[in-house]
């Protein structure tokens, strides 16, 4: 149980039953059963103990035979809606004088917008006397202070019923489903904005945040949700399909609950019926925070060797690869050069092939020669000769980007010294806070190299 459900219920039940009544945790974990009121063809699937008992629909089957009969009134509305008629209830607990007039406005409007569609609609009596006037324009709208919601979404519920419009109470709902019909959920507090969520998610209805309601569009906002119930057919075949699995479930809720309960009092504890190790499960276990650390510090530890694997390939290879060509002319570009030249080389040679001019070429030059010890393997430098001849020549093309932006992040990566960081990185980061390899300075500036890199590439 919820720590916060529980202070509010402990003191009451204590102030009930005793001082001594146990501890509500406890108490749960020695349950033989639970029972849930819902029902699992319209429910959330999700893994659940086998002491978890759906009685969905128990309210409806425990009705009155008087409140599933259908009263003369409501029976006359609904058989002379030729074009259809929608139910429209907040049901007992929500009042209705609390509506916004602009809300109840736009909600009239709304429905004035569908002349021959005729509505039901439950208010309390202070707002249809003080809506009276209104109402008089509006022939289409019928308001009741009670209405017999089970006898009109009953199980053989009314053809002409096209949809209801509620709350998304659990009851109102499991009567919807029960009855075929499709919904408009406009769910107020507690758990109704998930059932409004379910209701959607099965294809069987639309919701609209009240919020919503009170803003300048709710009117437009309310018909053309209207006006897609009644249009898509796929609502209504999808809420019947649902009703049909309802109806021939084996085993009604009311037989399921009769039979448990007797079931459980026959023995002492159901203990076979029990989660491996769910009783002693704490908090920590329960919200799988063992599993968030244990795999965060993984990502870190893969994301740390792939930056020493980088580091290591770009700065630490021997010399038999990245050694200085004697026949690389280093003092000016020589862009016929078939083995390795140096990364301002081919800089060099990108800028004449293409004739993007680089900025300050001369000093970064110098910067980046008078420590750069890593080179590009010829293999890689005639590969990138044929980037850069076919960038020359056809012009910029997006799709071989990536390949530009894989030369970028080469060089990117073999520009180990700071100060030649600094110098490709933005303004705003040239500042000598280098405090090792994990520091967001290094890592900003390690990008912003990547960047520029693959910015000059590209152009």
Known sequence: MHDHWKRLQEPVIRAEFGADFPDLNELVKKSSLVFINSNPFFDMPRPISNKIIYIGGLVHDSASPDSKILDKRTKNILDGAKEGAILFSFGSIADTSKLKNHMRNSIINAFRHFPKVQFIWKLDKETIKNLSE?????????????????????????????????????????????????????????????????????????????????????????????????????????????????????????????????????????????????????WFAYYSIDVILFSTVIMLILLWLVWKVANGYCCKVSDFFWGHPPDCNLAGCNCDCAKCISVVDKGCCMAEKTGVGLCSKKRKRSLLEQDFKYKYTPLFCRFLDKIVDFRAK??????????????????????????????????????????????????????????????????
């Open 394 to 459: 056809h012009g910029p093309k997006p799709f071989y980007y990536p390949a530009y932006f894989l030369m970028g992040v080469g060089i990117g990566l073999c520009i180990k010294d700071e100060q030649k960081r600094e110098l490709y990185a933005p303004s705003l980061w040239r500042r000598r806070l280098y405090d090792g390899p994990f520091s967001m300075h290094t890592w900003m500036l390690n990008i912003s190299a990547i960047y520029q890199c693959t910015k000059v590439i590209i152009n």
């Open 134 to 282: 209104l109402l008089k324009s509006v022939p289409n709208v019928h308001t009741f202070t009670w209405i017999r919601q089970a006898a009109i979404l009953g199980e053989t519920s009314h053809p002409n019923l096209k949809a209801f419009i509620t709350h998304c109470g659990q009851n109102s709902l499991t009567e919807s489903f029960r009855a075929g019909v499709p919904v408009i959920g406009l769910p107020l507090f507690a758990d109704q904005f998930y059932n409004a969520d379910l209701a959607q998610k099965h294809g069987i209805g639309l919701q609209i945040p009240v919020n919503e309601l009170n803003g300048a569009n709710a009117e437009n906002l309310l018909i053309e949700t209207i006006e897609r119930i009644l249009a898509d057919r796929s609502f209504r075949q999808k809420a019947q399909i649902i009703a049909k699995k309802v109806q021939i479930t084996p085993f009604d809720p009311k037989e399921r609950l009769v039979k448990w309960v007797e079931f459980a009092a026959e023995f002492d504890n159901l203990s076979e019926l029990d989660l491996p190790g769910a009783n002693e499960m704490n």
